[in-house]
């Protein structure tokens, strides 16, 4: 459907880098919406910083995961 | 409750009281003591979720016990009250601009996997997530190292689901930032 696109087309062009990042921070802690998760992939394909920011809370995630037996 | 569904919870439980006591073989001794008051008790619930809730809150009173038996005088804080002046809402705009761009953009991080296998990292590490905001270490901490759901760690700190989101998301870009500066950035050239 046209519609569909151009409601999409218009939700991608206005989130910002900084509402991207949220986003990606929510993934980390709920399944985002099908909607969500669009805009997210759509976003990522322009901007490598907010790739690179998606790695990094991979890795954060990761880091944490091994913090404890790593004290050990 | 059976000894299989309150071992299967042990791991977290363990976890919580790591983050607490900071000793293994105390946080051994208060999930132990946990456990078994859970099984004395054999109180039936119908989710996982709201046994979790259970444990932990006996567990809670556990903590609570050792500090006031161990150090009479030491203060564990008031763990529910909310940064009221809060330092690192300021942070997001050091990396965002007014239009919501990054201002100092993530950088690539040269083989971060090799930093896990690197004692020095997690000194960094520890060193990082100190300096964040107590509440949003702590919400990152229950979220990331524990294993806690967004839901149990609202009620666990006493704050709303959208406080809740937005401490782990700053608690996430404070420690990506210091992580970026005091490993991934002076590292880079050794």
């Known amino acids: 459907m046209p519609g569909t696109t151009l409601v999409y087309y218009q939700e991608n062009i206005m989130k910002t880098c900084k509402d991207i990042s949220e986003l990606l921070s929510e993934s980390m802690d709920?399944?985002?919406?099908?909607?969500?998760?669009?805009?997210?992939?759509?976003?990522?394909l322009m901007c490598?910083?907010?790739?690179r920011f998606q790695n990094h809370l991979n890795f954060l995630h990761k880091a944490a995961e091994r913090y404890y037996p790593n004290k050990r | 409750?059976?000894?299989?569904?309150?071992?299967?919870?042990?791991?977290?439980?363990l976890r919580y009281a790591l983050l607490q006591l900071h000793d293994e073989a105390v946080a051994e001794d208060a999930v132990q003591e946990t456990l078994l008051a859970a099984l004395q008790t054999g109180d039936s619930f119908r989710s996982e979720s709201a046994v979790r809730t259970w444990l932990i809150g006996i567990l809670k009173h556990k903590i609570a016990d050792h500090y006031r038996a161990a150090e009479?005088?030491?203060?564990?804080?008031d763990p529910t009250s909310e940064d009221k002046d809060d330092?690192?809402?300021?942070?997001e705009q050091l990396i965002f601009d007014g239009k919501g761009h990054w201002i100092g953009a993530p950088s690539a991080w040269n083989n971060p996997d090799h930093a896990l296998?690197?004692?020095?990292?997690?000194?960094?590490f520890e060193w990082c997530q100190k300096n964040l905001s107590e509440q949003h270490a702590r919400a990152f901490m229950l979220r990331e190292m524990v294993g806690?759901?967004?839901?149990?760690?609202?009620?666990?700190?006493?704050?709303?689901?959208?406080?809740?989101?937005?401490?782990?998301?700053?608690a996430r870009l404070g420690l990506r930032e210091c992580?970026?500066?005091?490993?991934?950035?002076?590292k880079r050239t050794s």
């Open chain 1, 48 to 51: 490598r910083h907010c790739s």
């Open chain 2, 148 to 170: 806690l759901e967004t839901e149990e760690i609202c009620q666990d700190m006493a704050i709303s689901h959208s406080a809740c989101r937005v401490y782990l998301h700053r």
């Open chain 2, 117 to 124: 296998e690197q004692g020095e990292f997690w000194g960094v």
């Open chain 2, 179 to 186: 992580l970026e500066q005091r490993w991934f950035t002076t």
């Open chain 1, 30 to 44: 709920r399944p985002l919406t099908w909607r969500e998760r669009w805009t997210v992939r759509v976003h990522l």
């Open chain 2, 87 to 91: 330092p690192s809402a300021a942070l």
């Open chain 2, 72 to 77: 009479r005088h030491y203060s564990l804080g």
């Open chain 2, 1 to 13: 409750m059976d000894k299989h569904q309150l071992n299967d919870h042990r791991t977290i439980l």
